[in-house]
T-cell receptor, first 111, second 122 residues
Framework: TQLLEQSPQFLSIQEGENLTVYCNSS?????LQWYRQEPGEGPVLLVT?????EVKKLKRLTFQFGDARKDSSLHITAAQPGDTGLYLC???????????FGQGTILTVHP | EAGVAQSPRYKIIEKRQSVAFWCNPI?????LYWYQQILGQGPKLLIQ????????DSQLPKDRFSAERLKGVDSTLKIQPAKLEDSAVYLC????????????????????FGAGTRLSVL
């Protein structure tokens, strides 16, 4: 069983601060995805990383895949209240693309 | 393009009762997934269909949970009888097809999620 551990589980910050969320595993993943989920909604895909060491940027969000493809991080610069939500990482190992999710990080950005 | 539709949005039942959830995937999506998301946790895959065949149901508690996708489009997930620990959000997702990209490239199975059904078992 491939496990993904996210940290921290909860993050409460003020608007304008920076933050980093980590996603770690002892397993190697062929790809890793980050999702954002708002209350009452399903997860929405933010990014997919597939190459060890890959860095992708999405406006104020920076995603990195570890060199060994066992870990990933999400960095948000100058957080805004609209960034509030549950952030989930999910890894793919099996040939049919089964996703294994981490337990999520609940981010609250206060105005 | 319409998204993944799920109903009902909320359901409250007593333990030992039965309940069914319905999912209509995005048109043309061959692969359909049911996930269980317990409060404070990430989604856990219960079952994956490719058209009307089951690809993976290894984490489906088959003594009480069942799912079908008879015509390869809509799907229903049933719990009978429900237990207190079944309280969760049940998410349906669909994708165009299963499988990794060619030569280890990006996965081609981007999953689109519905809003989920929140089940409370009292």
């Amino acid at each position: 069983t491939q496990l993904l551990e996210q940290s921290p589980q909860f993050l409460s910050i003020q608007e304008g601060e920076n933050l980093t969320v980590y996603c770690n595993s002892s397993s190697v993943f062929s790809s890793l995805q980050w999702y954002r989920q708002e209350p009452g909604e399903g997860p929405v895909l933010l990014v997919t990383v597939v190459t060890g060491g890959e860095v992708k940027k999405l406006k104020r969000l920076t995603f990195q895949f570890g060199d060994a493809r066992k870990d990933s991080s999400l960095h948000i610069t100058a957080a805004q209240p609209g960034d509030t939500g549950l952030y989930l990482c999910a890894g793919t190992v099996a040939s049919y693309g089964k996703l294994t999710f981490g337990q999520g990080t609940i981010l609250t950005v206060h105005p | 393009e319409a998204g993944v539709a799920q109903s009902p949005r909320y359901k409250i039942i007593e333990k030992r009762q039965s309940v069914a959830f319905w999912c209509n995937p995005i048109s043309g999506h061959a692969t359909l997934y049911w996930y269980q998301q317990i409060l404070g946790q990430g989604p856990k895959l219960l079952i994956q269909f490719q058209n009307n065949g089951v690809v993976d149901d290894s984490q489906l508690p088959k003594d009480r949970f069942s799912a079908e996708r008879l015509k390869g489009v809509d799907s229903t997930l049933k719990i009978q009888p429900a237990k207190l620990e079944d309280s969760a959000v049940y998410l349906c997702a669909s994708s165009t097809r299963t499988g990794e990209g060619l030569a280890g490239g990006p996965p081609k199975n981007i999953q689109y999620f519905g809003a989920g059904t929140r089940l409370s078992v009292l």
